[in-house]
């Protein structure tokens, strides 16, 4: 699976983002799929992450109510939607894949494309 983040920036604190991923190669909706991100300096951290058929979805505690994942399977297309931003939230966010959504939130994913640069000023 080849995968692609995009639709980062520079976001005022308290703004919105939405994050698109754009994968490609083997069957999209054989995955569960996932963000995560890697703020400047620090290790990559779990956000979200949302099985094959979109019905289930798994975020980081600290997010939850302010970011939601979903996944569109006809276009092999994962997104994440960012409300009330905060400048912590600053990080190259990144997609991810695999079989099985433990690996995800443990950052052991067999699949990981570019990320994209979100910036949260304050």
């Known amino acids: 699976v080849q995968l692609q983040a995009s639709g980062g920036g520079l976001v005022q604190a308290g703004g919105s983002l939405r994050l698109s991923c754009a994968a490609s190669g083997r069957t999209f909706s054989s995955y569960y799929m996932g963000w995560v991100r890697q703020p400047h300096g620090k290790e990559r951290e779990f956000v979200a992450a949302?099985?094959?058929?979109?019905?289930?979805?798994y975020y980081a505690d600290s997010l939850k109510g302010r970011f939601t994942i979903s996944r569109d399977n006809a276009k092999n297309s994962l997104y994440l939607q960012m409300n009330s931003l905060k400048p912590e939230d600053t990080a190259v966010y990144y997609c991810a894949a695999d079989t099985s959504v433990l690996n995800i939130c443990e950052g052991r994913y067999e699949y990981w494309g570019h990320g994209t640069q979100v910036t949260v000023s304050s």
């Open positions: 949302i099985s094959w058929n979109g019905r289930n979805t």
